[in-house]
């Protein structure tokens, strides 16, 4: 079992940056792929980044390569999502997601945390 626990997230101005991280714990959690996804009111949840467990392999979705950065300390467990030039279309709540395959972690993670709220005011 993986335990997610996001922080990080808040209000702030289009233009702006916030940094998230996401505190894992349980069974050998720096071995398991982490991604991040979002959700915007009445809207499905949407894939954002993943970094795998080594860290050498990052993708992102589209709408936000070249603004966001995730980024992982398997020392303290944690992942991070570094976002800045935000808009007020990535107002959002930002889950973390974990899993030991790449494929399910881009589509159906085995483990979520609980989120955290990003609002971006223009």
């Known amino acids: 079992q993986v335990r997610l626990v996001e922080s990080g997230g808040g209000l702030v101005q289009a233009g702006g940056s916030l940094r998230l991280s996401c505190a894992a714990s349980?069974?050998?959690?720096?071995?398991?792929?982490m991604g991040w996804f979002r959700q915007a009111p009445g809207k499905e949840r949407q894939f954002v980044a993943y970094?795998?467990?080594?860290?050498?392999?990052?993708y992102y979705a589209d709408s936000v390569k070249g603004r966001f950065t995730i980024s992982r300390d398997n020392a303290k467990n944690t992942v991070y999502l570094q976002m800045v030039s935000l808009k007020p279309q990535d107002t959002a709540v930002y889950y973390c997601?974990?899993?030991?395959?790449?494929?399910?972690?881009?589509?159906?993670?085995?483990?979520w945390g609980q989120g955290t709220q990003v609002t971006v005011s223009s």
């Open positions: 997601a974990a899993d030991t395959s790449i494929a399910r972690l881009t589509s159906t993670p085995s483990y």
């Open positions: 349980g069974r050998t959690s720096s071995g398991y792929n």
């Open positions: 970094i795998s467990s080594s860290g050498l392999i990052t």
